[in-house]
């Protein structure tokens, strides 16, 4: 998926949380009830002479389950993967090469090409799955290398349906795979429309409440202290009554740009109001709040909108009023919205085109 500036903010890490949580719970249920299964077979074959596929079933089931356990308590969740994987190469290539119990060794390696799809990606688990069957390729065709015998038929065979098992597994997973990946496309496209404004492609007021606020108070020590800033077209209403309401929509898109080039890539604009925006500068002092509100209050005095619209040449001279306040906490940020609008206010009052802090 690419990322813009809306994945500074909209959750893209909730997809791969769920696939991680898929995952893990895969990776759980399916080495609690193998690793069960393997440590039956072993207690079924204590008492036979096969003292080394004993030890096979024993040493796997150990591996599989005691990994499962300690992966429940440390965090590298990717360790725990390579070592189940590493478990059952060992008891692939294991029951190869002691036949199993009776010969019927090749009849159990069915689910493994499944279980490397479900440790890793499709990409990984298919070079897996193919180291695999090159490995069991090899002791297959070296007799005297492994103490089974196995038919050349029963072999032949076997090579077919392994092949298609691998082959049938990777399709599902790779499937499987992009499917999850369009959803989530799909997700984070509608979470951006949601918090949109449509006229003026900025964030909206949904956005703040409901992202921006929310990961300024998850995570303070990326956010603060922050500056607030309200800005407040001055006059847009004679933009209106004069030009049309048209020609206003198009100077509210000319002050959003003009706000938005302004600033840096982790700092908000939101269009929270008619003609106001609301500016957000996390990581921000108040004097240099102020420093940037005056440096875009000079460019949106500089940048008239000049602009051909309703078959005539518009030219318009604009200003913005700023008023300017500091959060240093989440819990401040109302109040800081607050003052940020009385200041706002009193710069209005006290003649427009002004940045009061
Ligand atoms: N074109 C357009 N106008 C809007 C939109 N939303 C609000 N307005 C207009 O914005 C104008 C706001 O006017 P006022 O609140 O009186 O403020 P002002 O004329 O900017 O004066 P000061 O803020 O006091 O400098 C009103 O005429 C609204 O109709 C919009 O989406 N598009």
């Not at 591996?63 to 590298?76: D, G, K, Q, T």
């Amino acid at each position: 998926m690419k990322s813009d500036w809306w994945s500074n903010f909209i959750d893209l890490q909730s997809s791969q949380d769920i696939e991680i949580k898929r995952q893990k719970l895969v990776l759980y249920f399916s080495s609690y009830i193998g690793g069960g299964i393997l440590f039956l077979f072993y207690l079924q074959h204590i008492a036979s002479q096969d003292s080394l596929l004993t030890c096979i079933l024993l040493a796997s089931s150990l591996v599989v389950l005691s990994n499962a356990v300690i992966s429940h308590f440390h965090p590298y969740f990717g360790v725990s993967c390579y070592i189940t994987g590493l478990g059952v190469v060992g008891l692939i290539l294991g029951l190869v090469f002691t036949g199993g119990h009776q010969n019927t060794a090749l009849y159990w390696l069915y689910p493994f090409p499944l279980v490397y799809f479900i440790l890793f990606d499709y990409r990984k688990g298919l070079v897996a799955n193919l180291l695999i069957f090159s490995a069991i390729l090899f002791l297959l065709y070296q007799p005297d290398w492994i103490l089974a015998e196995y038919q050349p038929a029963e072999k032949s065979r076997f090579i077919a349906s392994y092949l298609v098992t691998i082959f049938l597994s990777f399709v599902a997973e790779y499937f499987r795979f992009h499917s999850h990946q369009e959803l989530s496309s799909i997700n984070y496209q509608r979470q951006k429309q949601a918090n949109t404004d449509p006229l003026t492609q900025l964030p909206n007021r949904r956005f703040l409440d409901s992202v921006f606020f929310i990961g300024a108070d998850r995570e303070p020590k990326h956010y603060f202290p922050m500056v607030v800033v309200m800005a407040d077209i001055d006059f847009f209403k004679r933009v209106n009554d004069t030009y049309g309401h048209d020609t206003g929509d198009h100077v509210l898109k000319h002050v959003a740009s003009l706000l938005k080039s302004s600033l840096r890539g982790f700092d908000v604009v939101a269009r929270i109001g008619g003609e106001e925006f609301l500016i957000l500068l996390p990581q921000t002092m108040l004097v240099d709040g102020i420093s940037v509100a005056e440096k875009i209050r000079i460019e949106c005095q500089n940048t008239p909108f000049n602009q051909f619209d309703n078959l005539q040449q518009v030219y318009i001279d604009l200003t913005v009023s700023f008023g300017v306040a500091e959060a240093s906490s989440a819990e401040q940020l109302n109040n800081a919205i607050m003052a940020a609008d009385s200041k706002l206010y009193l710069a209005k009052e006290q003649g427009r085109n002004q940045v009061q802090g």
